[in-house]
Structure formats: C-alpha cells, structure tokens
C-alpha cells in the first residue's frame, strides 16, 4: 500500500528535478536500504544504522556488525537508530529499545553506556555531543547526561508539569540546549544551571512521539526548525517568537511527517519527510522550498520519497538515508560535465548524437553540425533545438556537417562531407553552393573539413582529400591550392583537417604535419623550428588570447608555438601530468588555461605565473564514455566551451569546474597474508581490527606475501583517489599507485623492524602531506633469534667449564694413585720411559704425516685455482665480445665462489656474472658446477631468452645437487646479460642479482628476480622476468656480486659499504676511461676496508656501448 501510494504521489504532484542524486545500495556492498542514522567518525570513515546492521564505509569497501544471540559484546540490535561520534574518535551506536552503547575500535564489541539501565519500556530516542563535550540523551524518561567518570547516566529534573519524550537535541551559538518535547513544546535549556523554558509552538492535540518523529535543528540565522510527526514543519525565530508553517492543511508540505532535518554549511536547510521526499530552504531568503522526490524512468533523481536521515560531510557532500532506497548522495563535485545528446523531449535533443563541428549564432544561440542530422540550432537558456536537414529543406547539399563558420560579414558557410560548402545569409538564405561538380564554382573535393578567414576577408576551405581553396570575399574568385598538382601547393598531404588564422594574419593548416601559407611564395610551407622535433599526426589548433598558436597531436603530445618570435617552442607530451594518448580538440579559456578533449577525457593545463600543472577529468566527472571528433570545439562570448564527441557534447564554464580541495586522511584499513585476511589464520584471530593506523603488528618469518589495503577517507570520487606509499627500511622512495588502487604489496622481507607510511590525494590530485603508518615486526625463525644463540652459547661455556673440572678432578685422581704407588714402580719406571720414547716417534711420525697431507691439500687448492683461473676468460677474450669492459676480481680466498663467464651463440654475446653458496674451496667447487651447466645449456638452448636461460640454470642446479633427496642448501645469485651483435638492444634476467646503467648521468636500476638459483625452496619451476632494454651510444652497464656492498670498514670500521654510497661511486667515475674506472673502484674498496677482513669475494664487470 505505501508502494503504491508512493507512486501516486510521483504521478500526481510536481516538482524541482535539478539535482542529481548517486546511489549507493545493497548491490555495492550496504547490508539494507533503509539508513536509519549516519555519522562520520574522528578518522573520517562512514557509518551507517541499517535495519540490517552497522555499516561502516570507506569509500571502497563495506563492513557490517550484526547482532549474534550467543555474544553478549555483539551489536544490541540488528536496527541501528542512533548514531553519534564522540570526543577522542568515540562512536555510539543506538537501538530505540535496547540503549546506547560505545564502540571499542579494538576490540570490536559494543560495551553499554550504563549497565545500571534494565527498564525494558523505556524508549531511547536520541544522542547529541554538544560543545563542552557532554553526551545528551534524549528518551522517553526525559533528558539525561552521561557521566564518564562514573560511567552512568545522570537524569535532568527539567521540572516540568508532566513527563515528556525528548526525541530531538540541537545548541546555539550561546550554547543553549533547545528539545524537542512530545506535547508540542520545545525546551530552551541552560546546560549550567539546569534550568528549563518551555515554548509551546502548535496548540493541537498533543499525539506524543511514536516512531522517528519530532525533530529540531536550529541555523545561525536564529531559527528553530521544527519537524514533528503529525503537524508538518514549523519555523520558530527565536528573537520574535514569529512561528511559519509547512504543511499539506497549507499546501506547503507534501507530508505532515518530518523524520530528518540538516542544515549545510552554506546554510541552506534540508527536510525530509515520510512519502513526501525532500524539502530545500534557500539560506537567504523566504521563498518557496525545492521539493524533491523519485521520478519515472529517472536514475538521476531520488530513490525513495522516505528520508530517514540527513548528513554533511567533507566537501559539501548531503548524504541522504532513505527508506528503501539506500544511500543517496547529492555530490556536486562529481557531475562537473553534462552530456547532451539524442535523448530528451520534443525539440530539446540532438537529432544525430555525433557532434562534428560548432560555432556562434545569433542571441547566443549556438551552431552544432552533426554526422547526419545536419545542423541543430540550439539555445543554452530553454534548452530547444532546431533542426536544418535536407529533408525539412533547410539543408541545401549535406546532412553531414563537418564544420560551421561564420565570416566577418556573418555570412554562415558549412562544410561537409561529400556535399562541398554552402554559404548561407545571416538571415539563413543559400547565397551559393561549392562543389566539385559545380562548373562554375568548382572546388577540388565535396568533402570540406575546416574553414578560416585571414585579413583580407578570404576564406580558406580546407579538403579532405585535396589541398585547399581561397575563396574571395564577393565569393566570384576561387584560387585552387590542390594537392593533386605537383608543386602547387608544398602540401604535405592531401588532406587538411584544420585551418587556422592567427593575430598576426598567417593561414595555418594541419596537412599530417604543421604548414603555413607563404603569399611571397604563394603555397604552404611546412613548419619547422631549429633543434626540435615537433610532433606529427596532428588533430586541432588553438590560437590562445595571447597569439601563442597550439597544436594537438595523436602522438601523446601537444606544443605551443608562441607569439612572441624571440620564444622557442614549448612541448607538453602526456608524461608531463595529463592522461591519454592523444589529444582530438584543443581549446583556450579566457583566462589563458588550454582545455583538451583527449582520447580518455578532458584535461586542462593551468597557468600559475610560470609554474603551470595539468588536471584530469573522466566518465567518473560526467565526460561522456564516447570518443572525442578532432576539432570539434568551440568558446563562445560567455566564455563556455564546447567538446562534440560521438555520444553527445559537453558545455561548460571553466569557472564552473568545481574542484575539490578537500585533504583526505588515509584509513589502513585492511592486511593479508597469501591474499588471505589475518581473521583466516588462527595465530592472527586476536590481531584484526578496524582499521591499523599507528598499529604494531608482528609478522613470522614464514609469512612470505604482506598485503596491506588502504583507503583515502574523501569520498567526492574514491575511484579516482589516488595513494603514495613507503615501506621504511626497504624502500628506497616513495610509490604511487594510478587512480582506483589501494593496495600494497611486499614479499621475502628479512627478520627486522619496518614503518609502512602511506598518503593520498583526493580526485582532483589535492595531497595530503600526512601520512598514516603501521608499524611492522618481521620475527626471526627461532634458529636465529637471540635467545637460541644466547642458549648455545651458555651450553658451549657450559660443556667447556664441565670438561675443564672434570679433566682436573682426574688429574688429581690420577696424581694421587702415581704418588702412592712410586716406591713400588721404580723399576717399571725405565720401561715407561722407553714407551714414552716410542710415543715420541710416533708423533713424531705423525707429524710428518701431517705435513705431508698439508702439502698435497695446498698442491690441490693451487690445483683448484689453476683450474679456476683457467675457465675464466682472460681480457682478450672479454675484448673479443665486448669492445670495451674491464674486471675487478678480488677473490677472498686462494678460490673464490664468484666467476664471471662469457660466450657467443651467432649474433649474440652472453656475458653472466655468478656468486655461489660460500667462498673457497666450497665455492670453488660450486664454480666448476655452474660453469659447466651454462655451457650446457648454452649449447641446448643457443635462443633461450636471458629469462629462460637464467631458470633453466635453476632447475639444473637443483636437480644437480639432489635438492629433494639430500637436503643440499647450495645454490648461486646470477646477474645474466644477452647483448646482440650490433649491440642496439639488450636482454637481462637476474636471480637475486641487478644491472645497473648509466646514462645521461643517471644510473637506470633493471632489479632481478628476488630469488635465487637453487637452495632449499622449492622453486624448481620458477620463472625467472626478462628485461629487454634499448641501448643508447654511452651506457655504462654493470652487473656484480654482493661482495663489494657487504664489505664491512669505514671509518670506525664498523659498517657496511652498502649500495647507494656503491651507485654514488659508480656516478663519480662515469668520466674515467674505463680501465681507470675499474682501478678507482679498486682504491675505493682497500681504502674502504682500513684494514678489516675482506668479507666475501668481489666482482665487478663494466662494460659500455659504442
């Protein structure tokens, strides 16, 4: 019945429609459509009381709190009426029946304001934080504060003749409480005295409050607005006593129930009602409120005519809880474009969507040339069209029209396709027709795409597919500059898409690249300018208030060519800020901002001084999801610009452009382990919580994939946010994600201490400085923790002191039993000394022996190195592959675990660096392992990619060292580079290993895989990233083990040489020969080492391009 009473009400009544409303339902995640209360907490999340739980929002992501029978810390009730955020980020959450209750963030239960509370027939009707930071609750018993230390609710004695709900609370600006009260009344309350003023506004029967009536919002200009459930709104100023009405007895009001009353931060007042929608008071003045209410076959207006509740967030965003309809948000930063099209009533739509061309008309009224509805004369006030098409004969030759202009004597020429340029009267009569089949007003094609005038009152008619024409004022004389005739034109191409008159009286025409037209030579002259490439496949030109000429490319590129001849060209490709691949229409403002249509939206390019950045606009601001038509623009004298595209066209003002400035605070809002929530390990059960800013959390060992979710808590476009984030102590900088993502993620962190920090910006690019962080703990395995080492070595200084008593004790024993026995072994005492004797030789012996095992283990560590040094190839043989390269080679034993190797299959040269499990002899071995499987699977796999070549060196290894069965931990890092034979490209691949270039005194960083070769993960299968890099003349590459970085010296010899101080001496030897450069990087290190150990071998290659 309420349905169908609803749409009654829809068909029957009228009302205001110009707002549009965004919807956010059960289908994006809401757990009901009806929205009882919504607050906005402290961090700037979103909740929202449903019939069907507690919804908190993001901007993302939903997450509900439902009651559970079995949980008494659960939420009290699946209906949430009262919502109110506190002091210190409180949330309190209310049921009608059950009580108020605080949120715990952390824990996450529900904890009851006052447990002293049982009466079951009391009814609690609302909450309110007022200024000095008292709770107020409102009930069917009356007025009471909570007091926080005794954690209890203190009732009010407002002294009155009989009891009385107080359903609605609101302060002044002199912090005087004003009530809602059930008889009719309100109630001015003095918070410091406790006293009370009753003001009766209305002397009907007194109906008391059932359900969510009565409501009460008082507004700066000294008004109480009151909404009651029965009687309508009435408006009271407080220093008259005057009191106005709304209601349906008046016909003011739809409905007599008012469930929600807001006032905006522009002061503006908004109701909402039961079935009669909502009600707008403009904050200035007296008239008529704007009523709004769903309509018919409408997206754009409400969703339900029930507002349950009302709230303003940042920035100027109404959110509007209905019943039914879910949330409904009037969000006038979103919309920033409106799309006009084929769709509407009679004569007030395009009649062909594709809009072509445009240009001024009479009265303001605007010229818009269509892609087969000819020309629409359309007018920006009444929003009616009127259409000129060959059917309705006010089209004389196209219903294409691919341009419109208008002449100095306002005479209206249209080009088209395939129909030539007709020329029409100001007063809309065909005066002539250009055609090619036209004897006597011959042109060189039907198809005119652009057209200007220059200072002599010409016109130039620009063709698709032949050059262009020069038409004489009187329109007698065409002079023909055709591409078809060599030499005639110095066109480049056949086609002219654009043309142009600058300030100085030059013709420009876009023939694929740049042209003007010289009269001393009488033909066009391709533009060029010394030292810069200036791009080509143009779409638009632009001359600017200044002169400055634009162009627009397709090639993800715009310039300026200014107008001031002593300035050089300026270049604005799209890795300077705006989005796209290439720019279709170009466009000043009048104040000197260049607006573009792009290939994925509208982007302007503001001027501050000479400081100047670039913001973007897409379908999420309105821009319409078609494709942009080249040159389809216009400014007109109110300064409105223009952009056709196939789904429509866009008219805006630049100063109507609302942009949102508003600094978003960044919620942690959720982390994963393996892509799986923490709540799905039970080690992490007591860990989850809302949300993680300034958490600590700690992370085992195992835990190989972190994911940490993250959201930018500005809700104008959450897809559109985007997020910059840092992990301390493995970032080196910053990251930024593109528009829409929010997650980060981390994977093999080591055991350590780490600050995750991470900020946002909101959808018109406006960063928030703050950053929101998370503390992250990477426990060791308990192998490596202190107290194992600590209790190993207890037992080691254990076992050791026990064995030195013991020893001694025997000794004593043994002393003892000698003494007692001496007089009796005398004799025996020569055949001890001759066995002691013996014993000599015998060590003696077997020292020798020693010696001689000593011997053959040197001989065969030398053997080693001989063989080692063997299988690396010498200069000659780098130099044979590589024009230039040098080695530095410092093993840190007689053999090294590291080696370098090299190799040619056809026209490419392979060249690997290698750092095995160890050093020396264990290393060593290692080498020859290695060594050999490149070369194998060099010869079974010459076309191997760097990646493929480097994992199948993996798998080899692996099953070399018979992973599975022995448990062998040995494995290898490579750093691996593929150069062809004209060393124009290069292929990488590292395992654990990168490659560093230098070029253009930068070092470019290629990371290998974080993964090494071999070892006891099971990654027999793992595929290792390719990195194909174009090589410039000059690089510097490098590729090198870790020994360099990991050698511990300095000063105090006490730290590591690390990589940055690595790179920043690499940068500072860029200019040596490169010989010179192998020999600095040798001082550096010996210098560095002051005399500590060399930790681990040392390998370093260099080589660099022709």
């Known amino acids: 019945m309420r349905i169908l009473f609803l749409t009654l009400l829809i068909c029957k009544i009228g009302f205001s429609q110009n707002l549009i409303f965004d919807k956010i339902g059960k289908k994006d995640g809401l757990p009901d459509n009806n929205i009882f209360s919504i607050v906005q907490d402290g961090y700037g999340h979103l909740w929202f009381g449903t019939s069907n739980g507690l919804a908190l929002y993001n901007g993302y992501t939903f997450r509900t709190w439902r009651h559970m029978q079995e949980d008494t810390n659960s939420l009290p009730h699946n209906e949430v009426d009262i919502l109110l955020a506190g002091s210190k980020n409180e949330l309190f959450v209310g049921n009608i029946s059950k009580g108020i209750f605080r949120f715990n963030y952390h824990k996450e239960i529900f904890e009851p304001l006052d447990k002293t509370q049982k009466d079951p027939e009391k009814k609690w009707l609302c909450a309110f934080y007022s200024r000095s930071r008292k709770i107020f609750i409102g009930s069917s018993e009356g007025l009471e504060i909570y007091d926080e230390q005794q954690k209890l609710l203190r009732k009010i004695n407002l002294r009155l003749d009989k009891k009385c709900f107080i359903s609605s609370i609101d302060e002044d600006d002199k912090g005087i409480m004003w009530l809602y009260a059930s008889n009719n009344s309100i109630l001015k309350f003095n918070q410091e005295t406790e006293t009370v003023e009753t003001i009766r506004f209305f002397n009907g029967p007194d109906k008391g409050i059932l359900t969510r009536g009565g409501r009460l919002k008082y507004d700066s200009n000294g008004f109480i607005w009151i909404g009651t459930e029965f009687y309508g709104l009435f408006r009271y100023d407080v220093s008259s006593g005057k009191i106005d009405r709304f209601s349906t007895e008046n016909g003011k009001f739809k409905s007599n129930i008012v469930l929600s009353i807001l006032k905006d931060k522009k002061g503006r007042v908004w109701v909402g009602t039961d079935i009669g929608g909502i009600y707008k008071f403009s904050a200035s003045s007296d008239a008529t409120p704007s009523c709004y209410l769903p309509a018919l076959n409408s997206e754009e207006a409400l969703s339900s005519s029930t507002i349950y509740s009302l709230y303003e967030i940042e920035p100027e965003l109404l959110l509007i809880g209905t019943f039914?309809?879910?949330?409904?948000?009037?969000?006038?930063?979103?919309?920033?474009?409106v799309t006009y099209n084929d769709k509407g009533l009679q004569n007030q739509h395009l009649n062909n969507k594709s809009a072509l061309s445009f240009n001024s008309a009479e009265n303001g009224k605007i010229w818009i040339g269509t892609d087969g509805g000819g020309l629409n004369l359309f007018d920006p006030v009444t929003k009616k069209y009127e259409y000129f098409t060959k059917e309705n004969k006010k089209m004389p030759h196209s219903n294409v029209a691919k341009s419109i202009f208008v002449d100095s004597k306002k005479r209206i020429w249209v080009g088209s396709y395939a129909g030539g340029v007709a020329v029409l009267s100001p007063n809309l009569k065909v005066l002539k027709v250009f055609s090619n089949e036209n004897m006597n007003d011959n042109i060189g094609s039907d198809h005119a795409w652009k057209m200007t005038e220059d200072l002599d009152g010409n016109v130039w008619v620009g063709l698709l597919n032949n050059g262009a024409e020069r038409i004489s004022p009187d329109l007698s004389k065409i002079i023909h500059y055709h591409?078809?005739?060599?030499?005639?034109?110095?066109?480049?191409?056949?086609?002219?898409?654009?043309?142009?008159?600058?300030?100085?009286?030059r013709v420009w025409a876009i023939s694929e690249s740049l042209h003007y037209f010289d009269p001393q030579k009488d033909k066009f002259v391709e533009y060029h300018y010394p030292g810069i490439e200036l791009p080509s496949n143009l779409k638009d030109?632009?001359?600017?208030?200044?002169?400055?000429?634009?162009?627009?490319?397709?090639?993800?590129?715009?310039f300026k060519i200014p107008f001031k001849e002593a300035e050089s060209p300026a270049l604005y490709p799209a890795s300077k800020g705006w989005f796209g691949n290439e720019v279709l229409c170009i466009q000043d403002d009048n104040d000197g901002n260049i607006w573009m249509a792009t290939d994925v939206g509208i982007s302007v390019l503001r001027f501050t001084g000479d400081a100047y950045r670039f913001l973007n606009f897409d379908i999420h601001d309105g821009v319409q999801t078609g494709q942009f038509n080249a040159s389809s623009k216009l400014k007109d004298a109110e300064g409105y610009i223009y952009f056709g595209g196939s789904e429509g066209f866009h008219r805006f003002h630049p100063k109507d452009i609302k942009l949102n400035y508003h600094l978003p605070n960044v919620s942690i809002s959720d982390i994963r382990i393996f892509n799986q929530p923490l709540s799905s390990f039970p080690k992490y059960h007591k860990t989850e919580s809302v949300f993680w800013n300034d958490s600590t959390i700690h992370f085992q060992y195992m835990d190989k994939m972190i994911s940490i979710e993250f959201a930018g808590l500005d809700f104008v476009l959450p897809e559109k946010n985007?997020?910059?984030?840092?992990?301390?102590?493995?970032?080196?900088?910053?990251?930024?994600?593109?528009?829409?993502?929010?997650?980060?993620?981390?994977?093999?962190?080591?055991?350590g201490n780490y600050t995750f920090r991470v900020r946002a910006s909101n959808n018109d690019g406006q960063w928030n400085n703050e950053s929101s962080q998370l503390h992250i703990v990477v426990l060791p395995p308990w192998w490596a923790t202190w107290w194992f080492r600590a209790l190993i070595i207890l037992s080691l200084i254990g076992a050791l002191v026990g064995f030195y008593f013991w020893r001694t004790k025997s000794i004593r024993q043994r002393n003892l039993e000698l003494k007692t026995e001496v007089d009796q072994q005398t004799n025996e005492l020569r055949q001890i000394n001759e066995e002691l004797q013996q014993t000599s030789e015998e060590v003696s012996r077997q020292n020798n022996e020693i010696s001689r095992l000593f011997e053959e283990l040197t001989e065969s560590i030398q053997a080693a190195q001989v063989i080692q040094n063997a299988i690396l190839p010498g200069k000659d043989i780098l130099k044979k592959y590589f024009h230039s390269i040098d080695v530095l080679y410092?093993?840190?034993?007689?053999?090294s675990g590291d080696f370098y190797w090299c190799a040619q299959s056809g026209n490419r040269f392979f060249l690997a660096v290698v750092d095995c499990t160890g050093h020396g002899v264990a290393g060593a071995f290692m080498t020859f392992i290695a060594y050999e499987t490149l070369n194998q699977i060099l010869r079974?796999?010459?076309?191997?990619?760097?990646?493929?070549?480097?994992?199948?060196?993996?798998?080899?290894i692996i099953f070399s060292m018979n992973h599975y069965q022995a448990g062998i931990n040995a494995g290898m890092d490579v750093a691996l580079c593929i150069l062809d034979k004209d060393y124009n490209s290069l292929e990488f691949a590292g395992a654990n290993d990168p490659l560093y270039i230098i070029r253009n005194d930068e070092i470019l960083i290629f990371k290998g895989d974080r993964q090494g070769i071999g070892g006891k993960q099971k990654t027999e299968?793992?595929?290792?990233?390719?990195?194909?890099?174009?090589?410039?003349?000059?690089?510097?590459?490098?590729?090198?083990?870790?020994?360099?970085?990991?050698?511990m010296g300095g000063v105090n010899r006490n730290e590591k040489f690390m990589y940055p101080r690595f790179r920043q001496e690499l940068l500072s030897t860029r200019h040596l020969p490169i010989e010179k450069r192998i020999s600095k990087l040798e001082e550096t290190f010996d210098i560095w080492r002051n005399g500590y150990e060399q930790l681990d071998d040392v390998l370093v290659i260099n080589f660099e391009v022709s």
């Not at 066109?491 to 300030?503: G, P």
């Not at 410092?890 to 053999?895: F, L």
């Open 722 to 751: 985007r997020f910059a984030y840092i992990l301390e102590g493995f970032d080196s900088d910053w990251n930024y994600t593109r528009s829409g993502a929010h997650l980060a993620t981390y994977t093999n962190l080591d055991p």
């Open 890 to 895: 410092k093993p840190k034993d007689v053999v």
């Open 940 to 956: 079974e796999n010459p076309k191997a990619t760097a990646g493929e070549f480097v994992s199948i060196l993996n798998k080899e």
């Open 483 to 505: 591409y078809d005739v060599p030499g005639n034109s110095g066109l480049k191409s056949a086609a002219i898409l654009v043309m142009v008159t600058d300030k100085k009286g």
């Open 541 to 558: 030109l632009c001359v600017d208030g200044k002169g400055d000429l634009w162009a627009a490319s397709s090639d993800a590129s715009m």
């Open 1021 to 1047: 299968n793992y595929k290792f990233e390719t990195f194909n890099i174009p090589l410039q003349k000059g690089d510097q590459a490098y590729i090198f083990s870790d020994g360099y970085a990991d050698q």
């Open 324 to 337: 039914a309809g879910g949330l409904n948000v009037l969000n006038d930063y979103r919309h920033k474009f």
